[in-house]
């Protein structure tokens, strides 16, 4: 059984750090920017994924993998967070891919951009302890 | 006046669970006091979250939906490593728009998410109805697949009182 897992810790051990060495490669081979991005998720999905799925393999049911548990659901939540806004802070400030075959911010939007919610209707807006 | 308490055990909870320690009374002290200051400064911030209509998500579908997503990325990921090490370098890339049908600002906040997650598409900018996606290659813009996401998360969204009344309003 213990030879079972540590064969299983190793394989995901490996096949996540594959997954980091071809999103590294990525970033360096890709052409523009925008393509980069694309080659740090992969990174940001499947290498830290399979390198926490080995350590909690390791670890067993314990409190570090509640721990761990814990760190994939931040970095689940940062990681796209953090490209998101990298990606958006690029486009307002005019960059655009390299290559665009389709592109279809420049075609008017169909709405006006959206306004928070909490502007809209504050009078209403229930606070709790206010 | 509740809600800030629950925050507060909350946070407490978080504490001893990732402290491990619940005999020694200083680290449990030290564990009180941070659990209320950061709650007394949530309050002076008001910057309690406020999601309309409190959690709006099931579950259970959300539990079935994430490993779904799994298997997506999974694919994705594969797909964006073939055409790293392919000796070609991309030269198709995409700007897209993508229908959000989303009614909650946290079904919003889910599919803009699990669309930069996986690997292929970044959502760039949000407008009232859409998201701008950009994507690395024609197959990672297939329009179909993003729309059966965006149906995925809309089914997580349970109908609320506050969504019943703004589609009333």
Known sequence: MDLLIDILTWASFISGSFFLFIGSLGMIRLRDFWARLHAASVIDSAGIGLLFLGMMLQTGLSLITVKTLLIIGFLLITGPTASHAVANAAFSSGSRPRDLVEDASSTKPTAKKRTPRRAKKPATKKNGNA | ?169
């Open chain 2, 1 to 169: 006046m509740a809600k800030y308490i629950a925050h507060g055990v909350f946070l407490f909870a978080l504490w001893l669970l990732m402290s491990g320690i619940y005999d020694n009374p200083l680290i449990v002290g030290f564990g009180v006091i941070s659990s209320v200051l950061a709650t007394w400064i949530v309050y002076r911030l008001d910057l309690f979250p406020t999601v309309d209509g409190a959690p709006s998500l099931n579950p259970w579908a959300l539990i079935k939906y994430l490993f779904w997503l799994v298997v997506e990325i999974g694919k994705a990921d594969w797909a964006v490593t073939k055409v790293i090490i392919a000796p070609e370098t991309p030269k198709r890339q995409r700007l897209i728009k993508v229908a959000a049908r989303q009614n909650t600002d946290i079904g919003r906040m889910m599919f803009a998410n699990s669309i930069t997650i996986t690997p292929g598409t970044i959502s760039v900018e949000t407008y009232e109805k859409e998201f701008l996606v950009h994507a690395l290659t024609g197959e990672a813009a297939d329009m179909g697949g993003l729309e059966a996401m965006g149906k995925r998360v809309c089914d997580l969204e349970t109908p609320t009182p506050a969504r019943a009344s703004k589609e009333a309003g």
